[in-house]
């Protein structure tokens, strides 16, 4: 997400935010999506727009044009398209309007510029955490506020590295699926962000990463909740809370159980020196996020 023409990705609305990507893609000519199901719930679902003429790749083509209308369905393996539409340009030059890559530019400024209004502590935060980590790190997040705000905040720099269970958001995914990716590919760090709630689905996996010697790092955002229905409570009930309040067990000690560490945190700082340091030692280590005002109060 550093190359001057990626604009991120276009969620928004719901627990996204507002996105100004959504409205703008649906100006441009053509759009050439590449293996996405454009899946309901994240896309038209939410209010992304696309131009008029939509060419999609994907090898279900019984999905094609479910959401949007497709003028050209291609069915097929993307990597494959991308390599037959490369040898049909061939030699020849592909004009890069300064037009329109000016107009990318301004649109990636005024995302960002738009995530920052709405979500300060949130972008510093993931900015904090992109800085503690490698480009290779790879980043497996569980159903929880931070996940939906790392979405849109946390830069990603190679494919294959941000594991998020989009759609439904089924909780428990992200410790799991962060053991899995340790395995696969145990060179690179691996970052669960997790909040207390989600971790407990699966927190017995502590036990497999012992038995096992795999090594994620566990960062948990804690607000003694279910974060995102507390919210919701919050904002569209009066502030009526009913069965969204936890009562958790102490994280830290429950991972020294297991052989394993873990630090508490209460600013940024002190998180941004925790993942610097847990990432070095490449052990499995507990990140515990405390955050008794929810994510957004976290600085």
């Known amino acids: 997400e550093d190359h001057p023409l990626s604009l991120g990705q276009a969620l928004g609305q719901r627990i996204w935010g507002e996105n100004p990507l959504q409205e703008w893609l649906g100006t441009c000519d ?39 209308e497709t003028a050209i369905p291609i069915v097929g393996q993307s990597r494959a398209v991308v390599r037959q539409l ?25 995302i960002y510029e738009n995530l920052k209004d709405q979500w300060g502590n949130e972008v510093r935060t993931f900015e904090a955490i992109r800085a503690a980590t490698p480009r290779d790190t790879i980043f ?20 294959r ?15 799991p699926a962060a053991l899995g990716a340790k395995v696969g590919k145990p060179e690179s760090p691996v970052v669960c962000i997790t909040g207390d709630g989600g971790f407990q689905y699966n927190f017995q996996e502590l ?23 507390k919210g919701r409570q919050e904002e569209g009930f009066n502030g009526r809370i009913i069965g969204t309040d936890l009562v958790n067990p102490d994280f830290v000690k429950l991972f020294e159980s297991y ?10 700082a002190e998180l941004a020196q925790a993942l610097e340091d847990a990432v ?5 280590h507990l990140i515990e996020a405390q955050i008794p005002q929810g994510f957004g109060a976290f600085e």
């Open 30 to 68: 053509v759009a050439l999506v590449l293996g996405s199901v454009l899946s309901y719930r994240t896309t038209v679902g939410v209010g992304m727009k696309l131009p008029r003429t939509v060419i999609h790749v994907l090898m279900d083509g019984d999905i094609i044009g479910k959401n949007y």
């Open 86 to 110: 490369l040898d049909g340009i061939g030699d020849r030059d592909v004009y890069k309007g300064e037009a329109f890559r000016s107009e990318v530019e301004s649109m990636r400024e005024q």
């Open 140 to 159: 497996s997040l569980d159903a929880t506020v931070a996940a939906s705000r790392a979405s849109r905040c946390l830069p990603i720099y190679q494919p």
């Open 161 to 175: 590295t941000f594991m998020h269970p989009h759609g439904w958001a089924g909780l428990g995914f992200g410790f």
């Open 207 to 229: 036990a497999t990463a012992a038995q096992y010697g795999i090594h994620p790092i566990v960062l948990m955002f804690n607000d003694n909740a279910w974060g995102v229905l």
């Open 259 to 268: 052989g394993f560490g873990g630090t508490k945190v209460t600013t940024v």
């Open 280 to 284: 070095a030692a490449d052990k499995v």
